[in-house]
């Protein structure tokens, strides 16, 4: 195969076409002084400041003038009505939170009173426990000592029993 010519560059058929436009477009190795540039002076002048703060410049809800500005009787009655609404609404809403707060109030006291019954409840279980301890420990008796006070009681039973009747023998086995 043969070599071809290199492509000549072509100038755009029109000025306003898009390849016309493409080539006009600054590219992206631009030149780093052209940041610095200023706009002309005269354009700055002829230009009308179009982001310049105006009168209308916000949200305003337009007045009324004139008879409009005051409302009409049945208007007046129906803003009344309203009113009175109002007010009767925020009496009620009074009430219930006066109504909440007071029975908040006697949660917080029954509380109150069932941990002091809860105390008053354990305090009491400890000393009940306290002196089944004491009970105890004066219940307890060493060997020692219970075997003499059988002894005694034995004498005592003696004393109180004829000798002519002679006592029953005792058989534990037999248990009837």
Do not use: Y
Request: glycine residues 4%; proline residues 6%.
């Amino acid at each position: 195969m043969g070599k071809t010519a290199p492509n000549k560059k072509k100038t755009p058929a029109s000025i306003h076409s898009r390849a016309a436009k493409r080539a006009s477009s600054p590219g992206i190795d631009l030149d780093k002084s052209l940041k610095d540039l200023k706009p002309p002076e005269d354009a700055k002048t002829s230009r009308p400041s179009v982001l310049a703060v105006h009168q209308g410049a916000g949200v305003s809800k337009k007045s009324k003038n004139g008879r409009k500005s005051v409302p009409s009787s049945k208007a007046r009655k129906r803003q009344e009505k309203g009113l009175d609404r109002a007010e009767a609404f925020m009496d009620k809403k009074e009430l219930k939170v006066e109504k909440s707060k007071d029975s908040a109030r006697t949660l917080q006291e029954r509380s109150k009173a069932w941990e002091e019954l809860n105390k008053k409840i354990l305090a009491k279980k400890e000393a009940e426990e306290a002196e089944r301890l004491e009970k105890e420990t004066e219940d307890w008796v060493d060997e020692d000592e219970m075997v003499d006070e059988e002894v005694v009681a034995e004498k005592e039973m003696d004393d109180d029993v004829p000798e002519s009747i002679p006592l029953p023998e005792e058989d534990e086995d037999e248990i009837l």
